[in-house]
């Protein structure tokens, strides 16, 4: 056990927060202690997950296992993405590149912008009325 050498990384994306730990393995993924398949039931957020793997041909070759909390399903599949990116890149400093060219190291600076007094959204205003 000792042999094993574990890369951690943390990946965000909104409000979600990834703890992503990958270890030298046959290319299991385990998302807060189910399947990755159970965890992201839509396709294209399995695709945004796996991009980093994808695009570095290292599907395979590693076992990953994954934390992650707050945000919407989509929001946590990007903090994911971002998470196993940062590991790989701990793995491997010749995939800094491929990362970097897909713009997977790069954390998603958009957030939801706050509500504001007087209003009932960010934006939105209440119906006007001349009389």
Do not use: W
């Not at 993405?81 to 400093?93: E, N, P, Q, V």
Request: glycine content about 10%; overall charge positive.
């Amino acid at each position: 056990m000792a042999d094993t050498v574990e890369f951690i990384a943390t990946g965000r994306r909104k409000t979600a927060v990834a703890r992503v730990r990958m270890a030298s393995g046959t290319g299991k993924i385990v998302v807060n202690g189910r399947t990755f398949e159970n965890y992201f039931t839509i396709e294209a957020q399995r695709l945004l997950v796996t991009q980093p793997l994808t695009v570095t041909d290292s599907v395979s070759k590693f076992d990953i296992r994954i934390n992650v909390e707050g945000g919407g399903p989509f929001g946590q599949a990007g903090a994911v993405r971002h998470g196993i990116a940062r590991a790989l890149l701990k793995c491997d400093l010749a995939m800094r590149p491929a990362l970097k060219a897909e713009g997977l190291l790069t954390r998603d600076p958009r957030m939801r912008e706050r509500k504001k007094y007087g209003q009932p959204g960010a934006r939105k205003r209440f119906q006007f009325s001349k009389r």
